[in-house]
């Protein structure tokens, strides 16, 4: 497993505005702020999407972020959090800006 991070972003790669684990996309980044790539997330929402918001997301968007510790979004449910941290060790960062890389910067102490 790596230690990569993931943000939940939109179309226009800005900060997805609702819960993580619906963002249409992932962009994944290492430990450094290189951006590794981007994803699309077959459970978001969107073009081309369906919304699939349920008590197995955290599980099912763990499966398409396997390589990734820590996810950072503008929401996420209290379950989902609890579910990530506790049964899966995934750090969660809500943040309030919108663009993903203020974001990591933030998170990496840059």
Known sequence: MQNH???GVNK???IWHGHFGI????QVYD??????ETR?????????????????QPR?????LHDCSTFIGKKMGEGSKLKLAEKLG???VLVEVSDPVQALN?????
């Open 5 to 7: 991070i993931a943000i």
């Open 12 to 14: 226009a790669d800005r």
């Open 23 to 26: 963002s249409p996309f992932f």
């Open 31 to 36: 430990r450094e702020g290189e951006l590794v």
């Open 40 to 56: 699309i997330n077959p459970h978001g929402v969107g073009e081309n999407h369906k919304h699939a918001h349920d008590e197995n």
């Open 60 to 64: 099912l968007i763990k499966e398409i």
């Open 90 to 92: 995934i750090e969660t």
């Open 106 to 110: 933030t998170f990496l102490g840059k």
